[in-house]
């Protein structure tokens, strides 16, 4: 039953810690004539969330603020069902380096998609704000039913 959501879980924290210098976009020239393979989240795997119904990690990022920290992320989800599903069935949360939990909320702009209809996809960008962190290593996000 929560298998497709730990798994979620698991390649999310993954692509978070393996992505911060993408986060930063600044890479050092190579030192030996060797190069590293880089990971990008576009080659990160959606996540089933039920039959016909896949959400991916597509873009995070951190914003420094006075008051504390923003952690963006957006979430991808892609309908092929029949049915609309809706967003209130599944919500986003962030574990901080620190283990402080905290839920997502949907920016501004994306307050008012309540719906993903049948046989179609959409785009959503969260934000949680992460205080005194900068770091995207170690932090976890989690999507729950």
Known sequence: MHKPLKTYAVVLLSAMMLSQPLANSIYAAPTSASTAAVFTLDKLGSVALKNNVKVKLIDMDIL??????????????SNSSTNSVAHVDYFSRVTTTGGIV????????????????PKSSQIVTYYVNIGESTKLNGTKVTLLK
């Open 64 to 77: 420094e603020q006075p008051s504390g920290n923003i952690l963006i992320y957006t979430l991808s989800y």
């Open 102 to 117: 905290i839920q997502g909320k949907p920016v501004t702009r994306d307050v008012t998609k309540k719906n993903i209809p």
